[in-house]
């Protein structure tokens, strides 16, 4: 099947002259279920962010930085492909649409904001054109829902719902983002890799009550009763829009969440509607003391794995048996021997030589390569454990690393240490930071396409938001409790990829009052071999010193194996 023209030719006869097919669910998730994969069926683009707008005679894809390499590799050159921060579907529609013609567009997979941007006659489509295409589409995911224990959450899913009931502006709020509402109700599931969300929808009252909208057959008696008894009633998904339009009053909904048929049946209904961000957001982000210490407990066993793994790696002879697929299935069993491990936070990165230059790469049967002493080997990896989640790069000189290596990685280095070591007042945004970890870059006309930092979850999404430090404007304040990743980068197309990446969360510092730091989670030994050491100062020395000193102190603590002294080299 041609499929691209198969959609041309559905457009042809419901008189549209695009489609817009994002890579999202009507979750509006990060990571998605194999049933909701229309994009990679669409353009065989296996990343976690795209989107292509199919016109009457053209085709684009967009993607952003970090997939650029990717999409170059997996998508048919039909396509015009597009870098998103230099030009990004709305400004491309407008460009190659008339004012009058009209964009067909799935009402499930966009929101209010995200369909702002196209100033052009849209179109709902329902059900999903693609669908109809998909010949063998897989079924829905139907895992069951488990309870999230108090010893790992810290504070019972009533007290959330209180907090959180006690915030709105309105009688009730309709929640569509699964990790918060896995948040709030302190409840785990298996709906999409490697993130433990439960596909539902939420409607919480002032009074703290709550309907779970989700497939009944992922709820089991013990869920059932704790529904029961903490006040919350559960509702087929199948009927949200019928339970929605025989609603009343004011409700509240985030407008870059929500999905537009939930908007739009509202509205229908007559309800009043109130647009705030997600009141779930910041709490998620603000750790509690509990997840704290479980996030600290996490790196601990991910470093143990790391440590062993590079004790192996180490000992491989390296002339062609050890490909990456097999490094990264090896590091895998390293991290199922850890405490209370559940899963991979996401699908490892192993990336050897050139495939490191590419940011997010996955090593499939036809691209795996053999590790060879003679390149840099990028490993970016973690694990989710039933206390925290983890997210760990490292850069690795498999044989005598070129002077040029050692001196981009030392500059990666230096600005990862400069933001692991910041002190910064109240208020201050990771925007404002980022500068921190590329300014050793930036001095030799370098730079690296992709933000410095993203939020990380308790035992939920490996990529949280609100916070995060990258060069683009935010209004949201770094705050105390918010675990944070720190992974600076220099990607050379064609030949090798650095990226050092730690966990960090922010501390109150009290001998500063009103001035906060980083505390460095992440357990795992740089590679000192790719270390140019006159280009460290004496205080970049210390600290790499200093850490790889607290590894072996704290590694050993808990392992009955010695991690690999002064670094995996």
Known sequence: MNKLKTLQDFMKKHDLSALLIPRTDEFQGEYIASYSQRLAWLTGFTGSAGFAVVAKDKAAFFTDGRYVLQAKNEVPNVYEQYNISQKNPSQW???????????????????????????????????????????????PPQDSIRLHPLEYAGEDDQSKRRRIAASLKADQLLLTTCDSIAWLLNIRGNDVPHTPVVHSICLLRRDGSYDLFVDPRKANDAILHHLQKTGGQLIDISQVLPHLQKMEGFCQIDPQTTPMILLQTLEQAGVKIVRERDPCLYPKALKNAVELKGAREAHIQDGIALCRFFEWLHKQPLEGETTERLAAKKLLEFRKEGYLFQDLSFGTISGFGAHGAIIHYHATPESDIPLKRDGLYLLDSGGQYLTGTTDVTRTIALGTPTPEQKDRYTRVLKGHIALAKAIFPEGTTGAQLDSLARQFLWKVGCDYDHGTGHGVGSYLSVHEGPQGISKWASDVPLKPGMILSNEPGYYKEGEYGIRIENLVTVIELPELPGFYGFETLTLAPLDLKLIEDRLLTDGERAWVEKYHERIRETLTQHSDRHPIPGGVG
């Open 93 to 139: 529609v407008l460009e190659n649409l008339a004012a009058h013609e009209k964009i067909g567009y799935d009402p499930w997979l966009f929101t209010e904001d995200q369909l702002k941007k196209y100033d052009r006659p849209l179109v709902p489509l329902t059900p999903n054109p693609i669908d109809h295409l998909w010949i063998d589409r897989p079924a």
